[in-house]
C-alpha cells in the first residue's frame, strides 16, 4: 500500500527523466534539460553511461539494477535529478531509510522545489514520519498559495489519517484562495459524505457540478447522498439530466433511475430505461441481470427467467446468478429443474461452497421436498444436512422441526425446537411451535407457557394470540382471556377466517349464540373449505336449532374430512341420515379440499425464495 504513492510519484518523474534520456543521447555534449533541473554537466563518460543504464532499467521495472547504476554516476556526479532517481528506485526496492536520504540531498541541492517536495512528503508519510508530511505539505502550499494542489494533497493523507475534520479544514481554506476549483468542491463533498454531513455534501458536489458541467461523477455523488436521505425525487431529476444529457446511455444513471422507478411500483418506466440501455448495449450482462430482477419484482417469473437466460448466455453465472436461476425455477413451479439447479451447485460449483451458502442451497431443497413435492423423507435429509453444515445457526432447526411434526416425531420435533431455542432464546416462532408441539404431547402447562412467551417476545405473534385462545375456549376454561386474545389477533388480521373462527368458538363456548353465528358464517366465506370453521358452524346452527343448514354445514365437512369420527357420531345424534346420503349445498364437490383450520404449522415457512 505504502509503494502506491511511489507509483504516482514515478508516472510523474519519468517522463522527465525520459527526455532528458532522448536529449542526451541525441547530443552527448547537450546538458539534461533547464526546463525542470538546473545544468547536470556530466564530468565523466562513466557518469553519462551510469545515468543512461539506470534509466533503460527503471524503464523495465528492473529498480535495484537501476539504483546501482544511479549510485555508480553518484560518484562522479552530485544533481537533484540523480538524488530524486536514486530516492524513487531505493523506495521501490523497500528501502526506505536511503530513499528519504536522496529526497533529503535532492531538497539540499535544490530547495522548494515542488516535484522533490512532493516526492519527500510520500516518503515521509510511508516511513510513518507524520509531522514531517504535514511540514512538508504546508511547504508547497506556502510556496504556491494559489494552487489547489497542496492543498488536495495534504487533505488527502489527514484523512488517511482519520483527521477529517483537519482534512475539510483545509481544503476550505485551499477555496479561499482557488474558489473555482470543481476538484476541491468534489472533493470536499467526499470528505463530508464519509462523516455522514450529507446535505454539506451534497452542497459542495452541486457546486462542483455547477463549475464543470460535464463532472458527471460530481452529479451521480449527489444523486446517491439524495438517495441516502431518501429525497428519491432530487436524485430522479439528477439521473434524468444525466441521461437526457448523454442520449438516454449512460448506464449507470439508468441503472440507479430504474431502480428509484422501480421502488415506488412505477414498474412500466422502469423497464422502459432498462429497455433503452439494453438497446444500446444488449451484451450488457448488469443490464440483463435487472432487468430479471425488475420482472421479478412484479412477480413475473417466466419473463424474469427468460431475461436471466440471455444474461447467462452473455457472462458465465457466478454462485448467486445460479442460485437466484434456481429460485426463478421455483417461481415458475419448475420444481424439478430448481433442483437441478441446486443440486449442480452442490455438486460442480466453480469454487469450493461456503459453508453458509451449501447450508442455504439444503434448505431450499428441503423446503421444496416439503410444501412443494410432499416428499417427506427427503426434505427432512436435507433439513438434516443444513444443520451438520452449520449447527450454529437456527433456521434449521425450525424447519426440521415442522418436518418431524409433520411426521408425527413430536419428541424429535421438540428437541429439534429445543436446539433452536438455545441459539437463538428469544426467536418467538420457536417458542410458538415448541407450545404446539407440547399440546400433542399432552403437555399443557407446557404449551400455554411457550405460546404465552412467544406473546411476551412479540406482542403481535398472531399464531400465538390464536393458537392460544382458541385453546382456552375449545377446553371451556379462561373464556374471558380466550376472547381477549382472539380479539387481539383479529385486530392485527382483521381478515383471516381462521382467526375470526376462533372467536366465534369462544362465543359460542361463552353462549353468546348470535356473536357467534355472525362470525362463523363470515369466517366460511373466507375459508369455505376448511373442515373444522364448518364443523362449528353446524354447532352453532343445531343450537339456535336451524337444523337444516346444520347438516348442510356438518355434510360439507365430513366430505372435506370424512375421517373425523367424532362429528360422525356428533351428525347422528342429532338425528340426521348417513352423511353419505346427504348432500352438501354449501360447495361444489370440485371445489372441496382437505384441510384444518387449527393446525397452525401449515405453511407457516412455506416461503417464496424469489
Known amino acids: 500500500m505504502k509503494h502506491r504513492l511511489f507509483l504516482i510519484i514515478f508516472a510523474i518523474l519519468f517522463p522527465i527523466v525520459c527526455s532528458a534520456s532522448e536529449t542526451l543521447s541525441a547530443n552527448p555534449s547537450v546538458s539534461a534539460p533547464t526546463a525542470h533541473l538546473k545544468s547536470m554537466p556530466f564530468p565523466s563518460p562513466e557518469a553519462y553511461y551510469s545515468v543512461m543504464l539506470g534509466l533503460q532499467?527503471?524503464?523495465?521495472?528492473?529498480?535495484?539494477?537501476?539504483?546501482?547504476?544511479?549510485?555508480?554516476?553518484?560518484?562522479?556526479?552530485?544533481?537533484?535529478?540523480?538524488?530524486?532517481?536514486?530516492?524513487?528506485?531505493?523506495?521501490?526496492?523497500?528501502?526506505?531509510?536511503?530513499?528519504?536520504?536522496?529526497?533529503?540531498?535532492?531538497?539540499?541541492?535544490?530547495?522548494?522545489?515542488?516535484?522533490?517536495?512532493?516526492?519527500?512528503?510520500?516518503?515521509?508519510?510511508?516511513?510513518?514520519?507524520?509531522?514531517?508530511?504535514?511540514?512538508?505539505?504546508?511547504?508547497?502550499?506556502?510556496?504556491?498559495?494559489?494552487?489547489?494542489?497542496?492543498?488536495?494533497?495534504?487533505?488527502?493523507?489527514?484523512?488517511?489519517?482519520?483527521?477529517?475534520?483537519d482534512a475539510i479544514a483545509t481544503v476550505e481554506k485551499g477555496l479561499i484562495e482557488a474558489s473555482s476549483s470543481h476538484v476541491a468542491h468534489y472533493y470536499l463533498g467526499k470528505l463530508y459524505s464519509s462523516q455522514n454531513k450529507y446535505e454539506n455534501g451534497i452542497e459542495h458536489y452541486q457546486k462542483a457540478s455547477a463549475l464543470y458541467p460535464p463532472f458527471l461523477q460530481a452529479h451521480l455523488s449527489a444523486a446517491s447522498l439524495y438517495e441516502l436521505l431518501g429525497k428519491r425525487d432530487e436524485a430522479e431529476k439528477i439521473y434524468l439530466h444525466i441521461l437526457k444529457q448523454n442520449n438516454m446511455e449512460h448506464e449507470e444513471a439508468g441503472l440507479r433511475l430504474s431502480y428509484i422507478l422501480s421502488e415506488r411500483k412505477s414498474f412500466g418506466e422502469a423497464m422502459g430505461v432498462l429497455n433503452r440501455l439494453?438497446?444500446?448495449?444488449?451484451?450488457?450482462?448488469?443490464?440483463?441481470?435487472?432487468?430479471?430482477?425488475?420482472?421479478?419484482?412484479?412477480?413475473?417469473?417466466?419473463?424474469?427467467?427468460?431475461?436471466?437466460?440471455?444474461?447467462?448466455a452473455v457472462e458465465s453465472p457466478s454462485f448467486n446468478v445460479k442460485s437466484y436461476l434456481g429460485s426463478l425455477y421455483e417461481g415458475v413451479e419448475n420444481y424439478e429443474a430448481a433442483i437441478q439447479t441446486y443440486q449442480e451447485l452442490l455438486q460442480k460449483a466453480e469454487r469450493p461452497l461456503r459453508d453458509e451458502d451449501s447450508y442455504e442451497i439444503h434448505l431450499r431443497l428441503g423446503r421444496i421436498y416439503f410444501y412443494r413435492l410432499k416428499k417427506i423423507p427427503e426434505a427432512l435429509a436435507e433439513g438434516e444436512r443444513a444443520v451438520a453444515m452449520d449447527p450454529k445457526k437456527e433456521e434449521a432447526y425450525l424447519f426440521n422441526a415442522l418436518v418431524l411434526y409433520e411426521l408425527?416425531?413430536?419428541?424429535?420435533?421438540?428437541?429439534?425446537?429445543?436446539?433452536?431455542?438455545?441459539?437463538?432464546?428469544?426467536?418467538?416462532?420457536?417458542?410458538?411451535?415448541?407450545?404446539?408441539?407440547?399440546?400433542?404431547?399432552?403437555?399443557?402447562?407446557?404449551?400455554?407457557?411457550?405460546?404465552?412467551?412467544?406473546?411476551?417476545?412479540?406482542?403481535?405473534?398472531?399464531?400465538?394470540?390464536?393458537?392460544?385462545?382458541?385453546?382456552?375456549?375449545?377446553?371451556?376454561?379462561?373464556?374471558?382471556?380466550?376472547?381477549?386474545?382472539?380479539?387481539?389477533?383479529?385486530?392485527?388480521?382483521?381478515?383471516?377466517?381462521?382467526v375470526m373462527d376462533s372467536l366465534g368458538w369462544a362465543y359460542y363456548k361463552q353462549g353468546k349464540m348470535k356473536e357467534a353465528l355472525l362470525l362463523l358464517e363470515k369466517a366460511v366465506t373466507l375459508a369455505p373449505d376448511d373442515p373444522v370453521i364448518l364443523e362449528h358452524l353446524g354447532e352453532v346452527y343445531l343450537k339456535e336449532n336451524q337444523k337444516e343448514q346444520s347438516k348442510a354445514a356438518w355434510t360439507h365437512s365430513l366430505k372435506l374430512d370424512p375421517n373425523n369420527e367424532k362429528l360422525k357420531i356428533r351428525f347422528k345424534e342429532a338425528g340426521f341420515l348417513s352423511p353419505a346420503e346427504e348432500t352438501s349445498p354449501l360447495a361444489p364437490e370440485d371445489k372441496m379440499q382437505k384441510g384444518t383450520s387449527h393446525n397452525l404449522l401449515r405453511g407457516l415457512n412455506d416461503k417464496t425464495m424469489v
Not at 419428541?411 to 407440547?438: C, M, Q, T, W
Not at 404449551?447 to 403481535?460: F, P
Open 408 to 498: 408425527e416425531r413430536f419428541s424429535e420435533a421438540r428437541d429439534s425446537l429445543l436446539k433452536g431455542i438455545a441459539i437463538a432464546p428469544n426467536n418467538p416462532d420457536f417458542h410458538f411451535h415448541l407450545g404446539v408441539v407440547y399440546d400433542k404431547l399432552n403437555q399443557f402447562d407446557d404449551l400455554v407457557s411457550e405460546m404465552k412467551r412467544a406473546i411476551s417476545l412479540d406482542e403481535q405473534h398472531v399464531m400465538a394470540l390464536n393458537y392460544l385462545g382458541y385453546t382456552y375456549a375449545d377446553r371451556g376454561i379462561f373464556l374471558a382471556e380466550a376472547v381477549s386474545l382472539v380479539t387481539r389477533a383479529l385486530t392485527i388480521k382483521p381478515n383471516d377466517g381462521y
Open 278 to 312: 439494453s438497446a444500446e448495449d444488449p451484451k450488457n450482462a448488469d443490464i440483463l441481470l435487472k432487468i430479471s430482477l425488475l420482472w421479478t419484482q412484479q412477480k413475473e417469473y417466466q419473463k424474469a427467467l427468460d431475461a436471466l437466460k440471455q444474461m447467462m
Open 57 to 165: 532499467y527503471e524503464a523495465s521495472g528492473q529498480f535495484e539494477k537501476a539504483l546501482k547504476a544511479y549510485q555508480k554516476a553518484e560518484r562522479h556526479e552530485v544533481s537533484p535529478l540523480l538524488m530524486t532517481r536514486i530516492a524513487v528506485c531505493a523506495a521501490r526496492v523497500g528501502d526506505l531509510k536511503k530513499a528519504v536520504d536522496f529526497a533529503e540531498k535532492a531538497n539540499t541541492i535544490k530547495q522548494n522545489d515542488k516535484e522533490i517536495l512532493n516526492l519527500l512528503a510520500d516518503l515521509y508519510a510511508a516511513s510513518d514520519a507524520l509531522e514531517k508530511v504535514v511540514a512538508t505539505y504546508e511547504k508547497i502550499i506556502a510556496q504556491s498559495p494559489k494552487e489547489i494542489d497542496g492543498y488536495l494533497n495534504l487533505a488527502e493523507f489527514l484523512a488517511k489519517e482519520q483527521k477529517v475534520s
